[in-house]
């Protein structure tokens, strides 16, 4: 049975999400983190950081083995550390004999096995199966991290209630590895709750196990699983610094259902109009409670439904006439992932309708904006899925004025004594940012329109 345990922060953690037999992009990232390997085969610090990684570094992919084996060795030479999961639990109590049915991904994990065995022989598999066995049974429910006695941040797998913390019990252990079950699937499988809703307390609370596009803070929870297995990328979060290292991955799992582009399909469902009609309030990153009274709601959703561009195309309304919004995406598949339709360019004015009219007018604007984007950014090149500008109307031109963010972060931050028009827009990118939901992006348009 898992016991929770303490750590020292010391000089340094770095917070691995879910590897799933990534190896080469371990690997990477590692190098990326600053390890470097000793003769002896072992990955050091310079610093003197050490490795934290939260489970399920083996299934869905490649080179599940290369991975229990790195952290087997690294655990014992008190390089890293390890916590248990839903995948590691399974693969411990299937090499422990118990009658499991490997699936999901742990199906590869035998393959490799039986290839070990083909190349080494019996002996030598058995030695390493109980070896593997023994780390994953050995690996606590969840780690409280400390800074000089003060519990700081907590590492887990796929959730903990904050009376769970520190403490250990079959089921904590249990809650630790799957999350909350909050009732049962038409299928028969336990429907998972969101558990981050119940946090509290002070602790940082880093997790993985359900893949997400973004490394998101939440309510002091962070998912650092970006879905490495199913194409996304490998996430390390660095503790004290909590800056967020990551390489690219390929997806090897090739899964029915992509979680990571069911994340994209879940956020652009549309909003739930009633909630708005009796007013609301827009609370935004800076503290700021909007006030938006219910006189006109109805005629601005009218108006949203009917005469402005799809929701999913407004990030932010530009405060006056004489702004517009251009929001501009890599490629087809960007676009098609974060707004569900095709459209490379969009100017967006401050009643949230297209500029850029169809016809042989708006296809010159067009082009003339995407040359102007292109003399400062090398699209085919762009990291990010999508850039934001701010432009200004110059007669039948826009000319572009400010980049004002990426899918990487904002570029211009808010000014003290902002106006509220200012601090919609600016709370709108930051949900976007987020990969917030549509709904929650719109809320702040909707706004910012009200409250012109
Ligand atoms: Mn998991």
Redesign the pocket.
Same mark, same amino acid.
């Given at each position: 049975m898992s016991e929770p345990k303490w750590i020292e922060l010391g000089k340094g953690l770095d917070i691995i999400g *879910?590897i799933h037999g990534c190896m080469d992009e371990w690997l990477l990232l590692l190098e990326k983190l600053g390890y470097k390997q000793s003769a002896d085969g072992f990955y050091r610090h310079p610093e003197g950081r050490k490795i934290l990684s939260l &489970? *399920?570094i083996m299934s869905r992919g490649p080179r599940s083995l290369d991975s229990l084996l790195f952290f087997e060795a690294h655990i014992k030479a008190g390089l890293a550390y390890m916590i248990d999961?839903? +995948?590691g639990w399974k693969i411990a109590r299937w090499l422990d004999g118990r009658k499991v049915t490997l699936a999901h991904g742990d199906e590869r994990v035998e393959e490799e096995f039986l290839d070990y065995e083909r190349q080494h022989g019996s002996l030598a598999t058995n030695r390493l199966k109980e070896r593997i066995k023994n780390m994953l049974l050995d690996a606590p429910s969840h780690y409280v991290i400390q800074d000089n006695g003060a519990s700081v941040a907590v590492a887990v +797998?796929?959730g903990i209630r904050d009376d769970y913390i520190g403490k250990q019990s079959p089921k904590i252990a249990d809650y630790c590895r799957y999350g909350p079950v909050v009732g049962v699937q038409r299928n028969g499988k336990p429907k998972r709750g969101d558990w981050t809703i119940h946090h509290h307390s002070p602790e940082l609370i880093i997790w &993985? +196990?359900d893949p997400r596009p973004v490394a998101l803070e939440v309510q002091r929870t962070i998912n650092i699983d970006q879905g490495a297995v199913f194409g996304g990328d490998l996430t390390a979060l660095r503790l004290p610094s909590k800056e967020i290292v990551q390489v690219e991955s390929q997806d090897y799992a090739q899964a029915a259902i992509n979680p990571l582009e069911e994340w994209f399909e879940k956020r652009r469902k549309a909003p739930a109009f009633k909630k708005w009609l009796n007013g609301f309030t827009v609370q935004t990153e800076t503290g700021r409670e909007i006030q938006v009274e219910p006189t006109g709601v109805l005629e601005a959703l009218d108006h949203f439904s009917n005469r402005a561009l799809p929701l999913e195309q407004i990030v932010y309304l530009p405060t006056d006439d004489k702004h517009v919004s251009v929001l501009v995406f890599k490629d087809q598949s960007a676009a098609h992932r974060w707004t569900g339709l095709s459209d490379l360019l969009l100017v967006v004015d401050s009643q949230g309708c297209a500029v850029v009219s169809k016809g042989k007018e708006g296809e010159s604007l067009k082009k003339h904006l995407f040359e102007l984007i292109e003399q400062s950014q090398d699209l085919t090149r762009l990291e990010s899925d999508w850039l934001l500008y701010e432009g200004v109307m110059a007669g039948d031109n826009i000319q572009l004025k400010n980049l004002l963010a990426s899918e990487h972060g904002v570029e211009l931050s808010i000014k003290n004594g902002a106006s509220i028009q200012q601090e919609l827009a600016f709370e709108g990118i930051k949900r976007l940012i987020r990969l917030e939901t549509v709904e929650r992006i719109h809320e702040c348009v909707l706004a910012a329109y009200l409250l012109k």
């Amino acid at each position: 049975m898992s016991e929770p345990k303490w750590i020292e922060l010391g000089k340094g953690l770095d917070i691995i999400g *879910d590897i799933h037999g990534c190896m080469d992009e371990w690997l990477l990232l590692l190098e990326k983190l600053g390890y470097k390997q000793s003769a002896d085969g072992f990955y050091r610090h310079p610093e003197g950081r050490k490795i934290l990684s939260l &489970g *399920d570094i083996m299934s869905r992919g490649p080179r599940s083995l290369d991975s229990l084996l790195f952290f087997e060795a690294h655990i014992k030479a008190g390089l890293a550390y390890m916590i248990d999961s839903n +995948h590691g639990w399974k693969i411990a109590r299937w090499l422990d004999g118990r009658k499991v049915t490997l699936a999901h991904g742990d199906e590869r994990v035998e393959e490799e096995f039986l290839d070990y065995e083909r190349q080494h022989g019996s002996l030598a598999t058995n030695r390493l199966k109980e070896r593997i066995k023994n780390m994953l049974l050995d690996a606590p429910s969840h780690y409280v991290i400390q800074d000089n006695g003060a519990s700081v941040a907590v590492a887990v +797998h796929a959730g903990i209630r904050d009376d769970y913390i520190g403490k250990q019990s079959p089921k904590i252990a249990d809650y630790c590895r799957y999350g909350p079950v909050v009732g049962v699937q038409r299928n028969g499988k336990p429907k998972r709750g969101d558990w981050t809703i119940h946090h509290h307390s002070p602790e940082l609370i880093i997790w &993985g +196990h359900d893949p997400r596009p973004v490394a998101l803070e939440v309510q002091r929870t962070i998912n650092i699983d970006q879905g490495a297995v199913f194409g996304g990328d490998l996430t390390a979060l660095r503790l004290p610094s909590k800056e967020i290292v990551q390489v690219e991955s390929q997806d090897y799992a090739q899964a029915a259902i992509n979680p990571l582009e069911e994340w994209f399909e879940k956020r652009r469902k549309a909003p739930a109009f009633k909630k708005w009609l009796n007013g609301f309030t827009v609370q935004t990153e800076t503290g700021r409670e909007i006030q938006v009274e219910p006189t006109g709601v109805l005629e601005a959703l009218d108006h949203f439904s009917n005469r402005a561009l799809p929701l999913e195309q407004i990030v932010y309304l530009p405060t006056d006439d004489k702004h517009v919004s251009v929001l501009v995406f890599k490629d087809q598949s960007a676009a098609h992932r974060w707004t569900g339709l095709s459209d490379l360019l969009l100017v967006v004015d401050s009643q949230g309708c297209a500029v850029v009219s169809k016809g042989k007018e708006g296809e010159s604007l067009k082009k003339h904006l995407f040359e102007l984007i292109e003399q400062s950014q090398d699209l085919t090149r762009l990291e990010s899925d999508w850039l934001l500008y701010e432009g200004v109307m110059a007669g039948d031109n826009i000319q572009l004025k400010n980049l004002l963010a990426s899918e990487h972060g904002v570029e211009l931050s808010i000014k003290n004594g902002a106006s509220i028009q200012q601090e919609l827009a600016f709370e709108g990118i930051k949900r976007l940012i987020r990969l917030e939901t549509v709904e929650r992006i719109h809320e702040c348009v909707l706004a910012a329109y009200l409250l012109k």
